[in-house]
């Protein structure tokens, strides 16, 4: 069974660096094939891919963000680290991590989220 | 970046009748080598994360009711609900896997007429 569980702060103050943590089971990030990514979504908004990270630590990024996001995987402890510098409040969001389906690109399994509120 | 747009943006529907989503790509996401399309559609609920429905634009996810059907090939999909059920009012999002970033569609509102 396949879960993943999203963990950091709820509020951050602007200018400061976000830093979220993917903790997740039912994988392994060494398996060929199998990917991570974060995705984000404004409130009432729509669903924004951020960053995605592989088994072979192939790392990619939004364009529009890749200035400002580092993802890294730490395969012995099963987690996922995203860190974005330089909070606005526009990047007020939910921010869910996701399996990438082994085979396709898909997102099949998902954390329930963690909210974040970008304010001073 | 290929960009996914959806339409409607919303769209209200009686039980029982028939509803139809249209996601429409920048670019084709049809892979020559393979014959796939490199498209999902996704449900969200109020406060849940979205669920994976269909990948390749019309695999089906397993646990998916056979009432949701997808089609399309190229730039131009669709999600259709056959018989519409109270159960299945949600926003629903296509998403492109073929390049990254692997946008996703704004989203089309599905409600109860």
């Known amino acids: 069974q396949i879960t993943l569980k999203e963990s950091g702060p709820t509020l951050v103050k602007p200018t400061q660096t976000l830093t979220l943590t993917c903790t997740f089971s039912?994988?392994?990030?060494?398996?060929?094939?199998?990917?991570v990514g974060w995705i984000r979504q404004p409130p009432g908004k729509a669903l924004e891919c951020l960053a995605l990270?592989?088994?072979?630590?192939?790392?990619r990024y939004s364009p529009s963000l890749k200035s400002r996001l580092t993802i890294i995987k730490d395969t012995s402890k099963n987690q996922v680290v995203l860190t974005m510098t330089n909070m606005d409040p526009v990047d007020t969001a939910t921010y869910y991590c996701?399996?990438?389906?082994?085979?396709?690109?898909?997102?099949?399994?998902w954390g329930q989220g963690t909210l974040v509120t970008v304010s001073s | 970046d290929i960009v996914m747009t959806q339409s409607p943006d919303s769209l209200a529907v009686s039980l029982g009748e028939r509803a139809t989503i249209n996601c429409k790509s920048s670019?084709?996401?049809?892979?020559?080598?393979?014959?796939?399309?490199?498209l999902a559609w996704y449900q969200q609920k109020p406060g849940q994360p979205p669920k994976l429905l269909f990948y390749?634009?019309?695999t089906r996810e397993s646990g998916v009711p056979d009432r949701f059907s997808g089609s399309g090939s190229g730039t131009d999909f669709t999600l259709t609900i056959s018989s519409l059920q109270a159960e299945d009012v949600a926003v629903y999002y296509c998403q492109q896997y073929y390049s990254t970033p692997y946008n996703f569609g704004q989203g089309t509102k599905l409600e109860i007429k």
């Open positions: 039912g994988f392994s990030l060494t398996t060929s094939g199998v990917g």
């Open positions: 990270i592989y088994w072979d630590d192939d790392k």
């Open positions: 996701a399996h990438r389906q082994v085979g396709s690109g898909s997102y099949d399994f």
């Open positions: 390749w634009a019309s």
């Open positions: 670019q084709s996401v049809l892979y020559s080598s393979n014959n796939k399309n490199y």
